[in-house]
């Protein structure tokens, strides 16, 4: 009867059905080999799919239909071996094993459950997450083609706090990732960047035809409030799931790199900590010793603060990344710009797969209160393949502030030949 038990439950593991096959029902263990055989080899077709063409099984994997059918058949999944790893101990008769094997076989039974129906559960979780988040966060549009071989994106961090009137883009930088091999680089544009430039086809050309001039100090960030006063510019735009104030950020950012913007997303900074929390926390280099809240004297430093980011390599929570990416006083914008894309880059680079998948619904759950864009969901499966790349490659930066580039007097030639300075594909070195 020991061996029949350690038979029986090993089995079990190896093969769900097999059992009810051997010692019990013939229909159900005939249902459920089949069942298994049908899931080994989907899982097969997708790892070899992988293998080959590696966008094509991530753009599978991020279809909200498919998430659905896959969410319904791994719920059933786990529902059968449950059935079957209970039915497995029934036939068993632990009863009539031995005293010492008896809680070893049931341990390496519920190992066994715990494995497979836990794991199908698990998954199922996964998608559902996953397929909720896509539809909450992303587009519904069409697929698009790079412009010049590229993909470029507009990034802003969003700064809404509750001593602000309404959002403002206190973070401007655009992405360009390299539609191949992933090269990415991140151009940083200063907030207080005056005179912007619009094309002749941009709606804001025709109140700024000779830039954004305004008898004031009329900077870049001012121009999300402008569209959002001026809808009538964009009728369109929350229709096609932007916004006006976004939009005018397009065209004006379009204008400032020389670049087709394609795409933006926009970062909640006041939500930002609960994503850096879910990943449990951020790892970061602090390379200057930074004020957590309080104010600054005549002078410009800092007095009556809460707390410091010390230097050194730190674990941030996100409260504390929020305020070493915010902090002001004793510093300048530039400086700011700077740390605002080490916490984002720092992001990315702990997006591994372990560190997401172990606190998947957490992220899921904060990467929508955080991040809005336009990018379609047809389009998911190729960025992140493209992700995928970009993680082995480094990222290029161009930052537009002093001392190479004037945010009061820019210089648009220079700016446009620098950003496409940026795009040159990365040669590993040789071995």
């Avoid at 029902?25 to 790892?47: C, D, E, M, N, P």
């Avoid at 900590?273 to 970061?284: E, F, P, S």
Wanted: proline content about 6%.
């Amino acid at each position: 009867m020991n061996t029949r038990a350690w038979w029986l439950v090993v089995l079990n593991v190896l093969l769900p059905g097999s059992v009810q096959l051997l010692a019990g029902s013939r229909r159900l263990g005939r249902f459920a080999v089949v069942s298994t055989f049908i899931l080994w080899l989907v899982a097969a077709v997708l790892l070899v799919l992988f293998l080959v063409n590696r966008a094509f099984v991530l753009s599978l994997a991020t279809n909200v239909w498919l998430l659905l059918v896959a969410e319904i058949v791994l719920a059933a999944y786990a529902v059968l071996w449950l059935v079957l790893t209970l039915d497995t101990l029934r036939l068993v008769r632990l009863i009539r094993t031995g005293p010492v094997v008896r809680p070893l076989v049931a341990f390496v039974a519920l190992a066994g459950l715990v494995a497979t129906a836990g794991g199908a559960a698990y998954a199922a979780n996964v998608a559902d997450a996953t397929r909720s988040t896509i539809a909450a966060v992303f587009d519904s549009g069409e697929y698009e083609e790079p412009v010049d071989g590229r993909y470029n994106i507009l990034l802003l961090g969003g700064d809404a706090g509750p001593d602000r009137m309404g959002l403002r883009p206190d973070s401007i930088s655009v992405a360009s990732v390299d539609a191949e091999t992933g090269d990415t680089s991140i151009i940083g544009i200063p907030r207080n960047m005056e005179f912007i430039q619009f094309s002749e086809g941009s709606p804001l050309y025709g109140p700024f035809p000779n830039g954004y001039d305004c008898g004031d100090d009329c900077l870049i960030s001012y121009l999300y409030t402008y569209g959002q006063e001026h809808p009538e510019l964009y009728p369109n735009a929350e229709a096609e799931g932007s916004l006006p104030g976004i939009e005018a950020m397009r065209d004006a950012v379009s204008g400032v790199v020389g670049l087709t913007i394609q795409y933006y997303v926009l970062i909640d900074m006041q939500g930002f900590d609960d994503l850096i929390d879910a990943l449990g926390g951020v790892v970061i280099d602090v390379k200057e010793r930074q004020p957590i809240g309080g104010d600054e004297d005549a002078r410009g430093n800092p007095i009556n603060v809460e707390g410091w980011v010390e230097v050194g390599e730190r674990r941030l929570s996100g409260w504390s990344a929020l305020w070493y990416a915010r902090a002001r006083h004793g510093t300048n914008d530039y400086d700011r710009m700077k740390r605002q894309r080490d916490v984002q880059e720092a992001i990315l680079r702990q997006f591994e797969p372990a560190n997401v998948l172990s606190k998947f619904r957490a992220v899921a759950e904060a990467g929508k209160q955080v991040v809005s864009t336009d990018i379609p969901s047809v389009m998911l499966g190729l960025f992140v393949d493209l992700a995928g790349k970009a993680k082995e490659l480094p990222i290029t930066r161009l930052e537009l502030s002093p001392p190479d580039f004037s945010p009061v007097n820019p210089d648009y030639e220079l700016i446009h030949e620098s950003v496409q300075g940026t795009f040159v594909r990365y040669t590993p070195p040789p071995e």
